[in-house]
């Protein structure tokens, strides 16, 4: 109903242009639309740290949404986006949140009831998400619910409430007005809808940044004391590590160590509760407890590991001590099938890699279920409590973290996770090796060329530096625990002033020299020599 000013009265009362005001403050019923999804998305925050993270609505949702994507959408997301591909994800599914309740703010301004359409579709979609997590239990369900149904919609009526308070007083008062009680009503609105607003950020923000799975798996890790190994790991050599500024560590610490997977959210593993199966063409089903693994001789292993995203002079590789028991003990007392020829290993959140069977029984490949890493238990986005560790392969089709079933099959038969979004179905890890120091700007005189290089349980023979196109120089080489890490390596160039490219490429252990061939990461590794730009002055 519109409202006119009587002419010196100071007052407000209702005149015959009834849907001027309603549509001049639809904007204001989006603002209250989105206000009140705030509150339901801080809610939902708070409910799942209470209750599960499992039950997290946003992060089911993109986790659902992402099952339904095409493979080229995946891959560009993952080529383009890289390490924020997930979180893009969440920001989007958030904001396609608040769009649909800011639009029943405004249906529900333009008829009673008619805004609970918008909180009850987003209530269905995060059931059926959430539906589809694995373990997610009957504790999952609630903080859907109450977000959206509870707290959502109730809190939209109320800002609707004030906001046609504040536009149609003639809804509430038959008589005219001050212009006193108008800006009254208008400043409850819009005080109540900043309140709301800045609370269910803040409560949100924090919630999620404090709780979730990760908080909660590490709780349980802190309750884990592993065993000493039967067979520890040899001790690194004095020369392993050069410890030259700007050269990368033979071990790298599990804080650093690069994080590449499938979940949006940490899973949550009770290792009391844990167990491994071995399936598929067997002919005796296995299954191990957490307690009858960590009885097992463990054994230790300094191991590389390399993602097949990682581009030529990229980060995305570390070494650690892993701790583990061997697949091919496990795999012997299934008895694999003389028909089989892959593993496929599945995670907790879904996440599976098809492994060569031929790899995981091979008796020189140190291929384990891990429980540690560099004397310690997992990290929790490592893997805890479990996680498959494979020298010389990828990780897209060997690391499975969070592992809890191996199904011994055939290629022919089964796919892992990324197999069918166009990434090869066999995955060994590429010759490679990089440059990570001079970079940018050098003084003239004596400058240390270093890096590391790796072929995984082949081994590095030779490294070698070019500056610009002058002849190759041969690389000194640091010790090593053996073929399955990576060897540091370094140069002494005898810099002239100028500007300057190094370009360095590696032999391995058989004689294969790394290939000039530039190719990216897609389908199974990229190739080419990596250098840098220098100039020295």
């Known amino acids: 109903m519109a409202l006119t000013a009587s002419r010196g009265s100071g007052v407000t009362s209702p005149t015959d242009g009834d849907h001027s005001a309603s549509n001049r403050h639809a904007g204001w019923a989006w603002l209250a639309g989105v206000v009140a999804g705030l509150a339901g998305l801080a809610s939902t925050q708070v409910i799942a740290w209470l209750l599960t993270p499992l039950g997290d609505p946003v992060s ?35 904001l396609l949140a608040l769009a649909i309740t800011g639009l029943s703010g405004r249906l529900e301004y333009g008829r009673r009831w008619a805004g609970a359409i918008g909180p009850a579709v987003l209530c269905v979609l995060a059931v059926v998400a959430i539906a589809t997590r694995q373990d997610a239990g009957f504790d999952a369900f609630p903080p859907a619910i109450i977000g959206t149904v509870g707290v959502c919609y109730p809190l939209l009526r109320l800002l609707i409430g004030r906001l046609r308070y504040w536009a149609e007083p003639s809804v509430f008062l038959r008589a005219p007005r001050p212009r006193a009680q108008v800006r009254e009503a208008r400043r409850n609105f819009m005080i109540t809808s900043v309140a709301i607003g800045a609370a269910s950020i803040v409560v949100g923000t924090a919630t999620r940044a404090a709780a ?10 802190s309750l884990v004391t592993l065993p000493k190994p039967a067979t ?42 844990w167990s491994l199966t071995i399936t598929g063409l067997v002919e005796h089903e296995v299954t191990i407890s957490w307690k009858e693994l960590l009885a097992l001789p463990l054994t230790e292993h300094y191991v590389t590991l390399t993602c097949v995203s990682n ?65 310690q238990p997992l990290p929790a986005e490592h893997g805890f409590p479990a996680r498959m560790v494979v020298p010389g392969l990828y990780g897209y089709v060997s690391a499975t973290k969070w592992i809890h079933s191996l199904k011994v099959t055939t290629y022919a038969g089964d796919q892992g996770y990324w197999t069918p979004l166009g990434w090869s179905a066999r995955g060994p890890i590429k010759l490679a ?26 081994g590095i023979s030779r490294v070698e530096v070019r500056v610009d196109d002058k002849p190759w120089q041969t690389a000194k080489l640091a010790e090593t625990t053996g073929p399955d890490t990576w060897r540091q390596w370094v140069w002494i160039w005898d810099a002239e002033p100028g500007h300057h490219t190094l370009t360095v490429r590696a032999t391995d252990a058989d004689g294969r020299v790394q290939t000039s061939q530039q190719a990216p990461p897609a389908p199974n590794g990229a190739t080419g020599w990596d250098s840098k730009d220098v100039t020295v002055g």
């Open 433 to 458: 090796s990089r440059i990570d120091t001079p970079t940018g700007q050098v003084k003239p005189g004596k400058v240390p060329v270093a890096g590391v290089a790796w072929a995984q349980h082949t």
């Open 60 to 94: 089911a949702v993109s986790e659902f949404l992402l099952g339904l994507f095409p493979s080229g959408l995946i891959n560009f997301g993952k080529d383009t986006l890289r390490f924020a591909d997930k979180p893009v994800l969440l920001i989007i599914v958030a």
């Open 311 to 375: 581009e030529v002079g990229g980060g995305l590789a570390g070494n650690a001590r892993w701790l583990g028991y061997p697949v091919r003990e496990l795999l012997k007392r299934a008895v694999p099938r003389a028909d089989a020829d892959m593993v496929l290993s599945a995670s907790v959140d879904g996440f599976t890699a098809g492994t060569p069977l031929d790899a995981l029984t091979d008796p020189h490949r140190e291929a384990i279920i891990a429980v540690g890493m560099n004397g």
């Open 212 to 221: 979730g799975g990760k908080s909660m798996a590490l709780k349980a890790r």
């Open 232 to 273: 520890p790991a040899p001790p690194v050599p004095a020369g392993a590590d050069l410890k030259l500024d700007g050269l990368t560590p033979y071990v790298t610490g599990n804080g650093v160590f690069y994080r590449i997977d499938t979940a949006f959210q940490v899973p949550i593993v009770d290792p009391d509760t």
